[in-house]
């Protein structure tokens, strides 16, 4: 036993001895249907597909080639939580204000489930073993029983919410409007801690390193702080592309990750004494501001489409048809 132990780790770190220097570049690009707006992706590790909130629906795709399997309906499409114990995918859908509760296997709704206002990120706690939604609008955390399909608790936040992890007895959400990380119970369901982001301009995504209790939340203005998951100190500030909304931590290799919607992608690393320092900002292709991580193979996905001018009456950039597609990236040795 201890012999086989020992053979894991050895394992393990020439894996990440083998990626400590590398470099991620672009393995594959797949174009996707559709031409509407996009929000948050979901990686699917039990089946490896991909799912993207897209428009008016939540796109699922093969993460190996791209090609469609299916489509779920989702008006206002903003993120997606997988369970897979209960066989259950929760949609949030914004601009109904509910959530939508699908089969994992079939992808066919099974159920809405009616939350705050504007729902936006969403994730499953495995620990607690509820959905956590996150209200942008009505400014509250709700949690669902997905065995139940109800709401079972709520938690007012005060702000604008954007992204959430979450750890053994806590949850962690982002709010944008006031620059803070908030700290939930998640055994008493109150909050218990919120830490102000001096210097974060309205931050965004979130990732988290478990083991070494850091928080990698990025915001607005080019930067991502690394906060101490107990005393919310920062422990390092460190660049990032411009146009971040993402977040995302690879256990295995040790870096976190900034999308940007300039059209980069920035890998952090920890560096001497705790401290994290950017390692490089990989080129990717400007819109390319969300993504989902494979832990196991370390490859990361993200969306993004070529635009146009705004439609009349319209502030955004349109988006033009045929242009919609995936991209994947990979660490190179």
């Known amino acids: 036993m201890i012999k086989t132990l020992l053979n894991a780790v050895l394992a393990l770190l020439l894996i990440s001895t083998a ?28 089946a490896n597909r991909v799912f993207i909130a897209h428009g008016s629906s939540i796109l699922v795709v093969n993460a190996a080639d791209g090609s469609k ?29 509910t959530v939508t509760a699908f089969d994992l296997k079939t992808l066919k709704p099974q159920q809405d489930i009616k939350v705050g206002e504007n ?15 996150m209200n942008g609008r009505s400014k509250d955390v709700m949690a669902i029983d997905p065995a139940a399909l109800k709401v079972v608790q709520t938690i007012p936040m005060g ?23 908030v700290s939930i119970d998640t055994k008493t369901w109150k909050v218990d801690q919120r830490w102000k982001l001096e210097g974060c301009e309205e931050p965004s995504g979130l990732a988290i390193d478990e083991k070494a209790e850091r928080l990698f939340t990025v915001c607005g203005n080019a930067k991502m702080l690394v906060l101490n998951a107990k005393t919310g100190d920062v422990i390092s500030t460190v660049p990032t592309g411009n146009g971040t909304d993402a977040a995302a931590f ?65 502030k955004r950039p349109s988006i033009k048809p045929g242009t919609f597609k995936l991209l994947v990236y990979a660490p190179e040795k």
């Open 19 to 46: 990626y400590a220097k590398s470099t991620y570049k672009q393995v594959a690009t797949f174009p996707l249907p559709g031409s509407e707006g996009w929000d948050y992706l979901t990686y699917d590790s039990g």
């Open 69 to 97: 399997l299916g489509e779920i309906p989702a008006v206002g499409a903003h993120g997606i939580a997988l369970v897979p114990d209960q066989n259950l995918g929760f949609s949030s859908n914004g601009r109904a204000g």
């Open 119 to 133: 729902p936006d990120a969403i994730i499953y706690d495995p620990y607690s073993k509820y959905v956590l939604v």
């Open 159 to 181: 702000g604008k919410l954007e992204f959430a992890v979450t750890a053994p007895g806590h949850a962690y959400v982002n709010v944008e409007d006031t620059g803070e990380v």
């Open 250 to 314: 690879d256990r295995g290799l040790g870096f976190a990750f900034a999308s940007n919607g300039e059209g980069s992608l920035s890998v952090v690393k920890q560096a001497g004494e705790g401290k994290y320092s950017l390692a490089e900002n990989v080129s990717t292709v400007k819109g390319a501001r969300t993504m989902a991580l494979d832990q196991a193979t370390h490859k990361v996905y993200l969306v993004t489409a070529e635009f146009g001018p705004p439609a009349e009456g319209q």
